[in-house]
């Protein structure tokens, strides 16, 4: 494997959590360097870990994994979106609430979900690394530190488009971006 195919594979995994890292900003009351790094984190340690659990159990998970990832990954992604779009259209209760994420989207409990589902297919890379008879650790290095770099940027970027509209209004955009994330992985498998 080449560094080309690698970089472009990396770059590839990580437009998943990219997106999501956008949508969770989005409903976001207030920018904060420690939500960037939660994401990068998260969606760059599942992307390293996701290749060396798809490699070392390739022969058993295979087969499974490519049956249902695509069912996974909706089913998660649509939970979050789901919460996140309903969260959005709920009337606000309190006024006098601190300045803080809502949904608090990137505590690293509520991260873990979407970090799984936006690395299933890092899971089918590292089986299919494994097939092609090459070494994992290259390759799922470079997937976990685009997938940082990138992810971190999502959320800033998802920062600057919130300011365009409604706090509600962005959470809730920021759901049915998730969500249709999880439908393009669902259709992108099915089709």
């Known amino acids: 494997m080449c560094w080309i195919e690698i970089l472009l594979i990396a770059l590839g995994v990580s437009v998943d959590a990219f997106a999501v890292s956008v949508g969770g900003a989005m409903g976001c009351r207030k920018s904060s360097f420690r939500n ?13 870990m996701m290749p060396v659990a798809g490699f070392l159990a390739a022969s058993f998970l295979t087969g499974i994994i490519e049956k249902y990832d695509h069912w996974c990954a909706f089913g998660l992604l649509a939970f979050v979106g789901g919460k996140m779009i309903l969260d959005g259209l709920r009337k606000e209760e309190k006024k006098d609430e601190p300045l803080v994420c809502q949904l608090d989207f990137f505590s690293p409990a509520k991260l873990i979900l979407p970090a799984i589902a936006t690395s299933l297919d890092a899971l089918a890379v590292g089986a299919s690394i494994a097939f092609a008879g090459n070494s994992v650790w290259v390759p799922a290095i470079v997937m976990g530190v685009v997938t940082g770099i990138v992810s971190f940027a999502g959320v800033e970027l998802g920062y600057k488009l919130k300011s365009f509209g409604c706090e509600k209004v962005m959470t809730a955009v920021g759901g049915i971006v998730i969500v249709l994330i999880g439908v393009r992985i669902l259709l992108s498998d099915l089709l």
């Open 36 to 48: 960037g790094c939660n994401a990068a984190l998260f969606f760059g340690g599942f992307q390293f």
